[in-house]
Each structure stands twice: as C-alpha cells, then as structure tokens.
C-alpha cells in the first residue's frame, strides 16, 4: 500500500513569494489533514477535510493560506504571500473512517519550507 | 499545543536504561494517542488509549491513561538507540487532533 505522498520536500522562497504544497493521501482516506511543524515545536494543526469539505480550519491564517481538496483526494495548500515566521515543515496526514476511531494516522514525509 | 503539556522537553539516557515522557491535558480526553518522529520524517502511530485506568504494550514501550483520562505515561524499558526520536502524545479533543511540544529522546550507546 502506497503512503501519503507529499511534495515538493524543499523549498526555499524569499518573503511575499508564493508557494504550494501538494498532497496525495492513501487511497479510500478520506480525512485529510494539513499541519504547520515549526522547528522544536509539535505539529499544529491548519485544516482538516472530510472528503472534499472543510472539517476544521479554526486555525488556518486565511489571509494568506488556502487550502483545497476539490474531488475528495489529492489536496494543495497555498501560502501568499509568505512571511518569514512561515518557515516550517507542512505535514499532510490521512485516516479512514475506521482509523479515526484507533487514532491511526497517516503521515507524509512533509514539506520543508524556507522563507528569507 | 498549549492544551497537551508533554515533560520533559528533552531526554539523554544510557543505552539498557529506563525512561518515562508524560503528556498532560486540563480537558478530559475522549483519546489519547502517541507518535513517534524521527528528524526529517512524517510521524509514525505507535498506540493509542481511549478509557481511564487503560494500559498498552508493543514491544519494550509501554503507555498508560490515568483514570481521569487527563494524563498519561509512555515508559520505555531497556532503552535502545533504536528509541531515539521525538515522541509526541496528541489528544482527540471532539473534532480534530491535536498534538504536545514533544520529547526528543537521545539514547547513548
């Protein structure tokens, strides 16, 4: 069983560039989740999809975040522009219906991201 | 997550050594789980708890839920360089999971 795929792995922008992340989760997930890892800290949470609509996004910055999940399967996440305290690795997790009860996620490998 | 307060930070033991990382709640929890991440990588499940007073095993760890279901221990026993990484518990609290600080553990061969 292939896992979640993420891309890119880096990227490095300067401030109020732009940039995307894509995510492919396990096939037949249909939770999706975003999370923002700063270096030395947990992972926090941005969005979270069931199929292709929004669960959760309390905490997404939406002035300059946007995330989409059009046909329920592969989601990107948007940063425009990019400040400086949006350097951090981006982690895309799926579960299924059943792992949601075990509490078993799914995670990519994440994207690193590098503003200057 | 202020809402997951994990302790301690960070951990050096010897190899063949004991170990215990706590996570604590102010909120009674409806699950509690625990992951494990190696640097650079994605964050792997390793058990989760869900009613008070339980207990889990796999392998040398070992995670408990207090009867409260506000706190809970992961002890790892005879430690291994294999056990390094950060350990990180997240809590199901209604919607969406949430994840503490996490504890990077380092085991000295």
């Known amino acids: 069983e292939a896992g979640v795929a993420q891309s890119p792995r880096y990227k490095i922008i300067e401030k109020r560039q732009s940039v995307a992340f894509w995510c492919n989760p396990i096939s037949g997930h249909a939770t999706l989740y975003w999370y923002q890892q700063i270096l030395g800290q947990g992972p926090k949470l941005l969005i979270q999809f069931q199929n292709n609509g929004v669960v959760d996004d309390s905490q997404l910055p939406k002035d300059r975040f946007s995330a989409e999940r059009l046909k329920g399967v592969d989601s990107t996440l948007k940063i425009q522009p990019a400040k400086l305290e949006d350097s951090a690795v981006y982690l895309c997790?799926?579960?299924?219906?059943?792992?949601?009860?075990?509490?078993?996620?799914?995670f990519g490998e994440g994207s690193r991201l590098t503003v200057l | 997550s202020q809402e997951l307060e994990q302790s301690p930070q960070s951990l050096i033991v010897q190899e063949g050594k004991n170990l215990t990382i706590n996570c604590t709640s102010s909120?009674?929890?409806?699950?509690l789980y625990w992951y494990k991440q190696k640097y650079g990588e994605g964050l792997i499940f390793l058990m989760m708890?869900?009613?008070?007073?339980e207990e889990k095993s796999h392998e040398k760890i070992t995670a408990k839920l207090d009867e409260k279901k506000q706190q809970s221990s992961l002890h790892i026993t005879a430690s291994q360089p294999s056990h390094a990484g950060i350990y990180l518990c997240?809590?199901?609290?209604?919607?969406?999971?949430?994840f503490g600080a996490g504890t990077r553990l380092t085991v000295k061969p």
């Open positions: 708890l869900q009613k008070g007073g």
């Open positions: 909120k009674t929890l409806y699950g």
């Open positions: 997240g809590a199901d609290l209604g919607n969406d999971m949430r």
């Open positions: 997790a799926s579960g299924s219906a059943g792992t949601t009860y075990t509490g078993e996620l799914f």
